[in-house]
């Protein structure tokens, strides 16, 4: 079972985690079944950039993007060349380091 180490985040994920995911599973629902609460302001349906991360290893085990995702990643705050909406990412069989960025241009959060 593949490893997803999430680097530390100062309200997500304060001292980082190492998490187990199920190959196939995405990087996003790996994160929430473990208590992560990655941003995903559109419920994972590709259709916002809250759940932008950074894959910091491991950014080639994971599959290509598709041209939704990859429209929508050029809208995200702190884009990187190692960028991945994690409701897109699906996880392979090699470990993952991610590190979630610590802005989204989420307008409206659910969180106070």
């Keep these: 079972m593949p490893q997803i180490i999430i680097l530390p985040h100062h309200e997500v994920c304060p001292d980082g985690a190492?998490?187990?995911?199920?190959v196939g599973?995405?990087?996003?629902?790996?994160?929430?079944?473990?208590?992560?609460?990655?941003?995903?302001?559109?419920?994972?349906?590709c259709a916002c950039t809250t759940c932008h991360v950074v894959v910091r290893e491991g950014f080639n085990s994971?599959?290509?993007?598709?041209?939704?995702?990859?429209?929508?990643?050029?809208?995200?705050?702190?884009?990187?060349?190692?960028?991945?909406?994690?409701?897109?990412a699906r996880v392979a069989n090699e470990d993952?380091?991610?590190e979630i960025p610590r802005y989204t241009?989420?307008?409206?959060?659910e969180k106070h």
């Design 62 to 88: 994971l599959g290509e993007l598709d041209e939704l995702e990859e429209d929508l990643l050029d809208k995200a705050w702190g884009l990187e060349a190692e960028s991945r909406l994690s409701c897109q």
């Design 96 to 98: 993952l380091v991610v």
């Design 18 to 22: 190492v998490i187990e995911a199920n």
């Design 25 to 45: 599973e995405t990087v996003c629902d790996a994160a929430l079944r473990h208590g992560i609460e990655i941003e995903h302001a559109c419920e994972k349906s």
């Design 105 to 109: 241009l989420n307008h409206a959060s």
